[in-house]
């Protein structure tokens, strides 16, 4: 599924691609309905879907002398089975600004590899991240 999302307090149009309704926490303040879902039961999307929707959305911004702004959200993009695949889309559209909102829990998967030689914006939330305690003597 892709978003138009306006920002506000900013000329910008962002393009928000949910590349997957499942994720591998299940964070409490999360403001995904799918989180309610079954463990096991998502959906993935597909490189086809991507490329039209940024295609789309290039057409678009370039008419109107925007900025290209993309992120990759969802559930949790880092368990999309087929990630890397998605770098060269991003790559060989020219993005101005490419984000993928994680949890930080897969981020060192080599399928991040791809996205890290783009202009990339990872963003981590550590709201469910959870430290041993010290034990002090």
Not at 16 to 27: A, P, V, Y
Not at 90 to 117: A, E, K, W
Request: with cysteine.
């Amino acid at each position: 599924m892709a978003i138009l999302d306006k920002q506000i307090h900013r000329n910008q149009l962002r393009l928000r691609i949910l590349i997957t309704d499942g994720c591998n926490q299940s964070c409490k303040w999360c403001l995904n309905d799918f989180q309610k879902k079954p463990k096991g039961v998502f959906q993935m999307i597909n490189r086809e879907s991507v490329t039209s929707a940024i295609y789309a959305y290039k057409r678009f911004c370039n008419s109107k002398k925007l900025p290209t702004l993309i992120s990759f959200s969802g559930g949790e993009p880092g368990i999309h089975p087929k990630l890397s695949r998605f770098g060269s889309v991003i790559y060989h559209n020219s993005v101005d600004c490419f984000m993928i909102n994680t949890n930080g829990t897969v981020l060192f998967r080599d399928d991040f590899d791809s996205f890290r030689t783009y202009r990339t914006e990872f963003r981590v939330s550590t709201q469910k991240f959870n430290p041993p305690k010290l034990q002090l003597s």
